[in-house]
């Protein structure tokens, strides 16, 4: 038994008014009141703001003065304030994982506004469920690993061409693999960039050249990734090149392994005539430049259909694709810059032209004459053939309430970006998850939007769903610089919320091995182990455990528990049930 | 006795999609009744059917799991090890006598705030027509003797 586990709980609670966020609706004096009721609290306070200077200050001088060895407070979400109360802990003394928040502001007062006495009640109850939970609450200790200052880079397009010369210029040693024969991905495929338009493949080759040459990157093209075992600061990488296998270790890995068009194989006539291209088809003719073009024919009236294969009603394609507006418009302006007294139409259901200049270039594409007629989605037109390669476009003006014909001698579809097929096997290989779009899925979209879940693993570029070159550069820098914090530092702190297991109990029925999604438990000797630095703290396997030889720090049985006896006051003192869970931990 | 039965609703969270909306359906301000207590887990997964039996032997009216939606899981497939464990449970509930709507399993994202607040509103309303929970009944029985 530790020291903490022989002392008696001393809880010290801090509601938070949150100006009238809270204090609006919930009663706070109130609830401190009864705070100080509540079994092994030995001090409570109401704050204005607890997350203020002043509220912070409050607690570090309570947790002395009362001699707590626990706090609760009592005012937002754990998601947001969690990190900022645990310091405040550690300042005074009090392990991180003894401290417990009591959301009575997102998930009390700010949905029950018109009920201010039952929102009172509610919050009473959280209170009292924090607190129950608090008296079993058990400090922490997070492991360190060695990080090795590698980092791994799966693709070699834009994005991993960027964060690989980004982290290696701050020093640290790159692997970059890609899958073809040489760097540059989608970049190779585009004539010029908006809304500069640039020359794709200069700024290209520049990077690529770069990269090349740079002493702490190791290329391997032509290479794919076979196999990752280990985990953060300790990979151990098997790359598969010409059939020969090159194993390595890193401490980072990123995946920067792009996307690829969406195919719109019999949709518009496409793959069936000739003049039905899609917008990469269509660059790679505009690549060859204008001579060349010219020989191939001189368009009259080009039309672009948006949102083909894209905004569909059920996934995995039913996403917005960002970026085929702007290309729309940047190629329908060039179109028309070749071919002044062509006309060119784009078809649309809704223009996305969002961002810095984007809006403008869409404005000069209408002054430039580019003609824009909008479909919806119950109405989509249609291609007929018509003879000399000549095609019939059908389409309801939605805005105008009429049907227009078009006779075209082109017709563009403009798709999706979509994941590469061979995601799925990278995202078993790293256990790392894919959305229901397919693209790989961040750890939080707008908190931690390139880290994964997974420590040490990080996306960038289309390989998380379709972006420009710009933000594909952006995300780029932004994995760097993550990537780049545990290899500075040599060294990372794991995560407490771990699984443990009671060797006594254990009868090594592999039933956790089979259930981790992460590999975390081994059974050896007929007793199951867990890796702290491969358990994410999920909790699968201490719910499954039939002989409940598991269990989670940190969201232990007896402190679920504890919150669930205390949820509601009961007709019954609930507490005098005495547990049914024979051993819980 | 109360005259007016009011369910009590416990909710099992997982931290990354369904506690997030619920956060968000607050950000929102969007109400839902107050008869909901929630308890936050990292997964749907750590669930344990032991958690949904002992709230249900507290005279808790109806269970409520939330997680994130299949495909989504930030722990890849705890939610799928929830599915299974929420479908064993409930043909268990009704073979001890409760009927198998006081469990009730949903996938909210972090996005789906109102979604949380229909399911809440919803699933009170569904106790309500059920009544109370009758090992609540059994337990009152049990403090009045």
Redesign the interface.
Known sequence: MTELQAEKPRIGVFVCHCGINIGGVVNVPQVVKYAQTLPDVAYAEGNIYTCSAEGIDSIKKAIREHNLNRVVVASCTPRTHEPLFRGACVDAGVNPYLFELANIREQCSWVHMREPEKATDKAKDIVRMAAARASFLMPQEESEVPVDATALVIGGGISGITSALCLANQGFKVYLVEKEPELGGMLKKIYKLYPTDEDASKVLQASAEAVMSHKNIAVLTSAIIKAVDGYIGNFEVTALKNGQEHKFKAGTVIIATGAVEFRPTNMYGYDKYDRVLTQVDLEQVLRSGKPAMDKFFKPQTVAMIQCVGAREEKPPRSYCSRLCCMVAVKNAMLLKEWYPDSEVYIIYQDMQTYGKDYEEHHRKAREAGIKFINYTKENPPEVAHLPHDKLRLTVYHALLGEKRELNCDLVVLSTPLVQQESAKELSKILKVPLGQDEFFLEAHVKLRPVDFATDGIFVCGTAHGPKDIGEAISQAYAVSSRAGVPMANKKVRTEAITAVVDRERCIGCRMCENLCPYGAHRVEDGKSTVIEALCKGCGVCAAACMRRAISMRHFTDDQIMAEIKTAFMMETPNLSVTSSLEGGK | MEDKFEP?I?GFLC??CS??G??L???S????P?NI???????S???????V???L????DGVLVTGC?I????????NQ?CEK?VRFLKETLGQIGVDPRRLRLEWVS??EGGKF?RIVKEFIEEIRQLGPSPLRKE??E??SE
């Open positions: 009590r416990l931290n990354w506690y997030a619920a956060d359906a607050g950000v301000r969007i109400s839902y107050t207590r929630i308890i936050r887990v990292m997964c997964g750590r669930v344990d059917p032991l958690h039996l002992e709230a032997r507290q005279g808790i939606h495909g989504d899981c930030h722990y890849i497939t705890g090890a464990r972090a996005s607040a337990i009152q049990i403090v």
